[in-house]
């Protein structure tokens, strides 16, 4: 059973930065795209950045110029991304959801990790 490891949420202040990671737990299985999910207070759960295993990486709008997806397949086999997120707003608060995808189409996701952009 492959599971996805979220780390990296917290509470920041606004303008400050917070890296969030996700490791599959094996390094036996490719997934073609793995990315970042959220979910705010009273929202559905959107895109927030998605890296395939070749190709574009994809951006929400919202944090375009701000967030980083970051996913190199020399780590973990590709199985490990990252989520640098500069200049956050209040707006970012949601619980962080990481998504792996095989080519099969079969998901996986993470338990989620909570940011919260307060002063």
């Known amino acids: 059973q492959v599971q996805l490891v979220e780390s990296g949420g917290g509470l920041v202040q606004p303008g400050g930065s917070l890296r969030l990671s996700c490791a599959a737990s094996t390094t036996f299985t490719a997934f073609d795209v793995m990315g970042w999910y959220r979910q705010g207070p009273g929202k559905q759960r959107e895109l927030v950045a998605s890296?395939?295993?070749?190709?574009?990486?994809?951006?929400?709008d919202s944090v375009k110029g701000r967030f980083t997806i970051i996913r190199d397949i020399r780590d973990n086999a590709g199985n490990t991304v990252y989520l640098q997120m500069n200049s956050l707003k209040p707006e970012d608060t949601a619980v962080y959801y990481c998504k792996a995808r095989l080519s099969s189409g079969a998901d996986y996701w993470g338990q989620g990790t909570q940011v919260t952009v307060s002063s």
């Open positions: 890296a395939p295993r070749t190709g574009s990486r994809i951006y929400a």
